[in-house]
């Protein structure tokens, strides 16, 4: 039986507008265990100790170390996978899916056609503020965040009052943003939102998910996942193990870069001591070094004497999948020659009546 070891950095939870914290890493290897306590051995842990980049980034000597330990992890990418979530992003992109996709879903349109989805996120994440006024993206934001973890009509009446006054009030006349969908959300929000809680903020759930399908397409067969300890993980687990029951019948959701084969191929999760299993280590370095590397790519500060040391031994080689806003705001900036017919079924639609057929498996409706 294949394992696959875990372990994450810069997990805030639901607080996708922490500062401190901008950058979700989940990274995850499939070493054995002598050649990931080899990769420990380079960093010279005393003996009881534990492989953890927060104790090495503070010193020159130890981050010497996590240089030399990144070299070797690096020569054997193909056992490694990390995924990124830049937080602030991803809020962007949840308030779109949640909100939004619905209300095409409604009218028979894939909010996903043409990465549609994407490209509005884009254009949201970087001209909103633009267009209408500096902390104008946060105050939104932070006004959803509080609305998908309490669904009361005072955070409702907050959100759609923030929407309002925003797209009222543009800098420019001629500089102004398309909010008719998420304002046309407000009927409906609580049905949209109603299975929804803290937790659906959390990035945990996506990156395990992610995770699981591609290393589902590296093995042949069922593998487990070893994950650090980790209590937004243990929350997630009910939700994550309806995608796993090998009885289910199997399916392909999706199209182009974005298919997913269900049940996902993991037998099981355990939640493991890192301080016991190299591997964990190993994967804490290499997604505490990635969380340092990109936060400092978001507050500008690419002049520390670490960063550009990760970069010239090409740490980016060991990216698998980022949630990232990119200036891209056309399909042709996608390479989207031939455009696909919005009228379709969303993957979200998909997934979700996979989670239907399986709830009426065990009688749950």
Request: charged fraction near 25%.
């Amino acid at each position: 039986m294949n394992n696959v070891y875990f372990d994450e950095a810069g997990n805030s939870g639901f607080q996708l507008l922490d500062p401190v914290q901008p950058v979700f890493v989940l990274a995850s290897n499939c070493f054995d265990e002598s050649t990931a306590t080899e990769m420990i051995k380079l960093l010279n842990v005393q003996k009881g100790g534990e492989a953890k980049f927060k104790n090495f980034k503070t010193s020159d000597k130890g981050q010497r170390k996590i240089v030399e330990f990144l070299k070797t992890v690096i020569t054997e990418n193909e056992k490694v996978k990390v995924t990124v979530y830049h937080k602030k992003y991803m809020a962007m992109g949840l308030l779109l899916d949640y909100l939004v996709e619905p209300q095409f879903a409604e009218r028979g349109m894939n909010f996903a056609a043409n990465k549609y989805n994407i490209i509005t996120n884009n254009i949201f994440f970087h001209l909103m503020d633009y267009c209408y006024g500096a902390g104008s993206l946060d105050s939104l934001l932070s006004d959803f965040i509080e609305l998908v973890k309490d669904k009361s009509d005072e955070n409702i009446e907050s959100f759609y009052s923030t929407v309002r006054r925003i797209a009222a009030s543009p800098l420019d006349l001629n500089k102004q943003l398309d909010f008719s969908w998420i304002k046309g959300s407000e009927s409906d929000v609580k049905d949209h939102l109603e299975h929804l809680d803290r937790r659906s903020l959390d990035p945990v759930q996506s990156g395990i998910f992610t995770h699981a399908q591609y290393w589902g397409e590296e093995f042949d067969n069922s593998f487990n996942i070893i994950h650090d300890e980790s209590n937004t993980l243990e929350q997630s687990l009910d939700y994550f193990n309806k995608y796993t029951d090998p009885s289910s019948m199997k399916i392909m959701v999706g199209s182009d870069d974005r298919i997913i084969k269900l049940p996902l191929k993991v037998q099981k999760v355990d939640i493991k001591n890192s301080r016991l299993i190299s591997q964990i280590q190993v994967s804490d370095m290499i997604a505490g070094a990635i969380a340092y590397y990109l936060k400092q790519i978001i507050t500008g500060q690419r002049s520390e004497k670490l960063w550009n040391e990760l970069d010239s031994i090409g740490i980016g080689d060991l990216l698998t999948h980022m949630v990232w806003p990119e200036m891209k705001f056309t399909t042709q900036q996608y390479g989207i020659k031939k455009l696909d017919s919005v009228h379709g079924v969303n993957i979200a639609d998909e997934i979700a009546t996979y989670q239907m057929n399986q709830a009426r498996k065990y009688n749950r409706f």
